[in-house]
């Protein structure tokens, strides 16, 4: 009997072990955590080349040097350097009388920054070395060594010759502790200014902040080109754009309509976030362009940053299971704001004609056509604001929409107001956008 | 030796079943699916009384019943009878020479339909029968009985003497099998027109249909106001104003302006559906409206059909784990729109005030004014498809904001059309926005 016991109990025991050794192997397949190890060679503290802390972290290195070969592109950005003035010729005209209506290519990946601002047209001899500011992994050294006010009062092509490496990783990593730190004086100062210490964020914050110490808006500030981030009344476009104001800033007077005209830059975290969905529920910039990759017996972070959109499977998949209904939302939210500033360029376009036109009437009362370069100025700054961002309205879909339904409507005040200066119905001519409108007509 | 054995199993089995007993409690703790019951009374085909209906059903029947007594509001909807005239004046201009101009309440819970209707002072002698279509459970019977086209021609007075019940279990359940389908014609027939037979949808795909037997856009078509589903082009906005042009119609003349105007119902369905990130991610109406609840051994959908602000624990809980932050999500969400909206309006009042001043100057271009009255119609009807709609933007807010901004660029197009035609600049005066603008100015 007592050996039937045992019997049974021993038939029990396997089938429970099994269960468990089940239960094992499957906690084991789940994703590790990542390891410390001990260090191949030491990095000295902002040391530019990336390489050299490659060696110590081999897999995030080799991912950071794909930014040189990818090329692939999504409908609306992507790693090609296209140019956005043969894609969208209304910004030729939205730029007149400024560099980016002469030369205005997509950015590529990181691997590419040094080289790419080389090349660009918009450099030319009177370029600040403050231009340098966002491409180089030499620029924390620099920084410690010159200071951010001689680095941006030197020239950019005298600066340009202590420049060797494109961004990496000194630009958002301590050596030694491999933190991730705000490297940017700019940012830093721009935080300060709000009361706020970089020291104290979480490291989830910083996966986003670090990203800050160069997608952001900034201007060059005085004389001394000094680099500066106009978040000091907060990080909304109307923010901003008040701050602008206050300043008395302009980027360049737009030729004709003598309109004080504002440029953007890239705003993605500021755009982020101001109370966009994902960032709301707590998730980083590198969630998404930097997901966590599984390969062999190591898990990291993928340093290949380029849009998700590329390989949603791995990005979108890391909190999303249905990744192609994923996708297809994100195609259906970009087509909607690619729409809707399409229809805001228009706007503006026919504002700044009225006002040109306005301005050449010697009989335009000029306090009206004030109102207008007013409203000009903030029509397209808005505007801007969303198209130099890098998302095509995914990074906030309903903020981008409802600042585009604004700029719409203050270009349209701008031209009536200029048609109002110049007493002259015959301004109020409409661009293309209600010709492409086909949903018939009622009356004759 | 053995009995030692025998020991260290018996161990083993106690400490594993201890395991796998706690593993079923777990499993047990999860929702339990819904049990068929038999029913306690037979239930007529078409029955109205939901009182005898929910003799089997008394969970859902009770929940329905609570749409009588819920008041509460949410910060833009919810459950009272608010006039939207005097919390939005603008609409009084808007809708100026519509019955809507006058009377303009929100809707309260289904129980208060059939009341309500008869309350309202939109209704006067001419009102037909059609007005009845969605606020009564005798509704499904009297259609079979009389078909919708005698019940269209039916006065609203005549045709309220056959009317005791308020929406009920009829409206959406088949008696017997309490299969969810659709009972308006209008609806079915408007599905039938686009080649759809409702009877091959899913039981997810119905648990949003059976709400389009109401909450779709809809008008009275020709002089037998027979109800009618704007469908036949598709269900987009731009779709559904596309029909009305091609059907000449109007629901009145702007006084003044004699623009052909368009009242938008309530598209709720047509809204959500148009690629929202929820439809598109498989959620249904009843998913957010109707949650699932367990009270002691049952669990049931609720039937007090109200806004999930209401209850977000319970309605946003069924997929989100972060209750709170969603709430407050959405409210951003909502506000945005709800800006977004207002800036519209005074951008249509504009339009309004330019094309009735126009019309007044017998020297006005009437081709000119004709086109500008086009885009009033366009402008208008856009807009109330997103202002109609219950849900300040948030079943879609990028299509939603998408819309909006189209809207304020055609009303401003139309004011400088109207300013054209009678060649008066003085037309172009901006309402309340601009002077909303506080951002400061560079220019003197």
Redesign the interface.
């Known amino acids: 009997m007592?050996?039937y016991?045992?019997f049974i109990?021993?038939g029990?025991?396997i089938v429970?072990a099994a269960a468990?050794a089940g239960t094992l192997i499957f906690m084991n397949n789940q994703p590790a955590q990542s390891r410390t190890t001990q260090p191949i060679v030491e990095i000295a503290p902002l040391e530019p080349e990336s390489e050299l802390w490659g060696r110590n972290f081999p897999n995030q290195y080799s991912s950071l040097l794909k930014t040189r070969n990818n090329s692939l592109d999504t409908t609306f950005g992507g790693s090609s350097a296209f140019s956005h003035l043969e894609r969208d010729p209304r910004q030729v005209i939205l730029f007149t009388g400024y560099p980016f209506s002469i030369d205005y290519n997509d950015d590529r990946g990181h691997e590419w920054a040094l080289e790419d601002v080389r090349a660009t047209k918009r450099v030319n001899e009177k370029t600040p070395g403050t231009c340098y500011s966002c491409k180089s992994s030499n620029n924390p050294g620099l920084w410690t060594e010159m200071g951010m006010e001689a680095y941006d009062k030197t020239s950019f092509s005298e600066l340009g010759k202590h420049l060797t490496e494109s961004i990496g990783c000194a630009n958002c990593h301590e050596a030694g502790t491999m933190r991730l730190v705000v490297t940017n004086p700019a940012l830093k100062e721009a935080l300060e200014r709000q009361g706020k210490d970089w020291t104290t964020y979480s490291r989830q914050e910083m996966r986003s902040l670090v990203c800050a110490n160069c997608h952001v808006e900034y201007y060059f500030k005085g004389d001394g080109k000094y680099l500066t981030l106009p978040w000091d009344g907060g990080t909304k476009v109307?923010e901003m754009?008040?701050y602008?104001?206050?300043a008395?800033?302009?980027d360049w007077e737009y030729p004709e309509a003598l309109t004080?005209t504002l440029k953007a830059q890239h705003p993605e975290y500021e755009m982020y976030t101001a109370?966009s969905?994902h960032y709301?529920?707590g998730v980083s910039c590198a969630d998404c362009h930097m997901p966590y990759v599984r390969e062999g017996a190591s898990k990291y972070s993928m340093h290949d940053i380029h849009s998700p959109l590329l390989n949603p499977e791995l990005a979108c998949g890391q909190c999303h299971t249905?990744t192609e209904?994923v996708v297809?939302?994100v195609s259906?939210?970009q087509d909607?704001?690619y729409?809707?500033k399409v229809?805001?360029e228009d706007?503006i376009v026919d504002a700044i004609n009225a006002i040109k036109a306005a301005t050449a009437n010697a009989a335009s009362d000029p306090?009206l056509l004030?109102?207008a370069?007013?409203?000009h100025?903030?029509s397209q700054y808005y505007w801007d604001f969303v198209s130099a961002e890098n998302s095509m309205?995914f990074h906030n879909?309903?903020?981008i929409?409802?600042v585009?339904?604004?700029s719409?409507?203050l270009a349209?005040?701008a031209?009536?107001?200029a048609?109002?200066a110049a007493?002259?119905?015959?301004l109020?001519e409409?661009g293309t956008?209600?010709s492409s409108?086909?949903?018939?007509?009622?009356?004759?």
Chains 1, 2 share one sequence.
């Open positions: 007592q050996k016991t045992t109990l021993a029990l025991v429970l468990l109307e754009y008040q602008y104001n206050e008395g800033y302009k004080p109370g969905t709301n529920a249905d209904a297809r939302r259906l939210i909607q704001v729409n809707t229809a805001t706007a306090d004030n109102q370069r007013e409203l100025r903030q309205g879909p309903e903020y929409l409802k585009l339904a604004e719409t409507n349209r005040q031209q009536m107001l048609a109002q007493n002259d119905p015959s109020l409409i956008y209600y409108q086909e949903t018939g007509a009622v009356l004759p």
